[in-house]
């Protein structure tokens, strides 16, 4: 089967997404947090920065953007940001946890973008294990009257939940509560970097039960409730259908997606680590990042021979690239060699 990845021409198309972490300021303080969020960077980009680097995404041809952080509320302009990148065409998501909802003046601010997407954060069936795991007591209450408030205003709304040892066993709680609201669900895996330690890393059996737990809600409650997995969740099982809307392409980090720190760092996405870093817009034009050839050339330039461990006999190899880079780096120190792989956790039982 031949390569799909590398090409001849210099200028990549542009990103379906770029997931900005807009700041790193945070009103909760979550056991998962990759970014290990809480205070603001002291070298955050200004206004007149973040507001060019809207158009330098819109330059490199962005087809969307998603504000993150921390809380991405919490920043004094977002909505400077939101207009300008509304204003420029590109598609516009919101991704919160959900604390600052029942502010009347931020949700009509919300509603007055009109975002492709407003994304909450719910990581438990109940306030005592959503609030154990982001660290404020309350924060279940209001995460779960933004998700409500939010779809009873029509806006579309996704939930988000980040599983791992601490919350897998809600995952039926919280599709109880989601049922019949008219929103999406995204469920990824947490993997041990920023602030979430190894011990609490799902187990691959445990990983398989989730990938069951979303296929069996496929196929009683596609009517009721859209689930699909993140970038890290299932894929190529010879058992379970994909869990992935599109289907698993291989890592898009550098390719269809683009992950900004709120300090101008410029990576493929914001679950990789900073080794990962390929520049900040302060020393370099986005452009020139974007389309420089040795940039995210684990995921542009992957060949067989950098298949590793059991992704090197893999039919799917081609396709799959070796899984996701973060699992992988996080899991292994290495990369294409994703062992959370539903095809190889299904082997591995033989």
């Known amino acids: 089967m031949p390569w799909r990845r590398g090409r001849k021409s210099k200028k990549w198309p542009g990103p379906g997404c770029a997931v900005w ?5 945070c009103n909760l303080n979550c056991i998962h947090c990759g970014s290990a969020a809480g205070r603001k960077r002291d070298d955050e980009l200004s206004t007149e920065e973040a507001l060019q680097l ?27 940001l939101s207009e300008r990148i509304h204003d420029l065409g590109m598609e516009l998501s ?14 009509q601010q919300i509603v007055d973008l009109s975002p492709e997407c407003v994304s909450v954060s719910l ?27 939010f779809a009873q205003l029509g806006l579309p709304t996704t939930v988000i ?32 970097h920023g602030r979430l330690e190894r011990k609490h890393v799902l ?25 699909a997995g993140a970038h890290d969740m299932g894929y190529f099982s010879t058992i379970l259908p994909e869990l992935q809307v599109g289907g698993w392409q291989g890592c898009q980090a550098g390719m269809g997606t683009l992950g900004i720190q709120s300090n101008g760092n410029i990576t493929g996405c914001l679950a990789l680590q900073d080794d990962f870093i390929e520049g900040n817009i302060r020393n370099r034009p986005l452009k ?52 959370y792989c539903l095809r190889f956790i299904e082997q591995s039982m033989k």
């Open 21 to 25: 972490e807009i700041t790193l300021a």
């Open 123 to 149: 990581d438990g069936g109940e306030a005592s294990t959503h609030d154990m795991i982001r660290g404020v007591s309350g924060s279940f209450d209001r995460a779960t009257k933004s998700i409500e408030r």
């Open 203 to 227: 187990s691959q059996d445990e990983f398989y039960s989730v990938a069951l737990f979303m296929a069996a809600t496929r196929k009683t409650l596609s009517k009721e409730l859209m689930v």
């Open 94 to 107: 919101i991704i919160t946890n959900g604390w600052l909802g029942q502010n009347d003046d931020v949700t």
């Open 288 to 339: 020139e990042i974007w389309n420089d050839e040795s940039s995210f050339r684990y995921s542009r330039y992957v060949k067989r021979s950098d298949m590793k461990a059991h992704c090197a006999s893999c039919e799917f190899a081609s396709i799959c690239g070796g899984g996701c880079t973060a699992v992988s780096v996080s899991m292994t120190k290495g990369i294409h060699q994703d062992p």
């Open 54 to 80: 809207c158009d330098d995404l819109n330059g490199i041809g962005c087809k969307g953007v998603a504000l993150m952080g921390g809380e991405p509320l919490l920043r004094p302009d977002w909505v400077n």
């Open 161 to 192: 939940t980040t599983v791992h040892k601490l919350n897998f066993k809600d995952l039926t709680k919280i599709r109880e509560f989601l049922k019949g609201k008219g929103v999406a669900w995204q469920i990824q895996m947490a993997t041990p």
